[in-house]
């Protein structure tokens, strides 16, 4: 088996259908098996995936007999996984023509190449409507590199689009499933598969993906709420904490770490949350402070720094936002 595909599924009777169909049309020159576990949905989910079973062989439908959470849903989806390449695709998300063909292309011919991930348009689910590229219109962009690695996982952020990658097959495949992260698994993920299998982090331009905004989206989720923000960043500095047992130097994990305090902080300055802003930026400057006195993520983070007294003016010139 060449490739296997892993969705995860709980409660998405309205997407679930255009996902699977999206993937088990996919033309390729090679076998292909779509894995995909419902974690005891309460609602139509589970049914019409069985339906599609019936239609397609190449999908396998299981089910967990109540539900487990997705880090332990990921796992038996890992351990059923049967291909040289593993691809995963949320149960909301879209597949687009040539997906799958291409990624297993890439990686047959970049050997270097532990993980690729390509380029996904972000839309609007009641509209259809093109809200942005994910990794293009991504504000560190500008730093990214074509072939990357780990420490560009670090260093930058949530830049690859959870449904947009295809990894090698490694023997230790089930230990890079960080179950104490409680709401961001996919960036602990692609770190620790990066440091299992040591190799490169390429990404494919092409658009071979849709990714679906909504109210339950995790973006529609996080904007609703300051704590569930605020346990993503914890989850976040975790996933960066992790790579130092694999030899990442601890001035590249300071700076991740003060990256994402920094982003923290400039969410919650959109949010005109003050005082948030103010304790992450500190943290941010703190978290590098005895690694590299004086060292700021970009000149952004050193303006909002040295204007941190008047947050009006610090989000004027970051985002031309009105008093």
Known sequence: MKVSVLVPVYNLERFIA???????????????????????????????????????????ALQNPQNIGLARTQKRLLSEARGDYIAYVDGDDLALPGKLQQQAA?????????LCYHEADMFDDESGRTLKLFTRDYYNYRYLRPVGDITDLIRYGCFVNASSIMFRRHERIGEAIDDGCKIILDYPWHILNLALQPGSLD?????????????????????????????????????????AAFGISPLVIAQGRAHHLYSAALYFLRQEDTPRFNHFLQQSVNEVAALAPGWFFDDRHQLAWQLRADPVQVRQQLFGANP
């Open 18 to 60: 255009p996902c699977l169909e999206s993937l088990l049309t996919q033309q390729a020159d090679f076998d292909y098996e779509v894995i995909a576990i419902d974690d005891g949905s309460s609602d139509g989910s589970w049914a019409i995936m069985q339906h599609l079973a019936s239609r397609y062989p190449q999908l396998r």
């Open 106 to 114: 890439y990686l047959d011919d970049h050997p270097h190449c532990t």
């Open 203 to 243: 990404f494919i331009p092409a658009v071979l993906g849709r990714y679906r905004y909504h109210a339950n989206s995790f973006g529609g989720q996080t904007r609703q709420s300051a704590a569930r923000r605020e346990q993503s960043l914890q989850d976040m500095l975790r996933a960066c904490d992790n790579a």
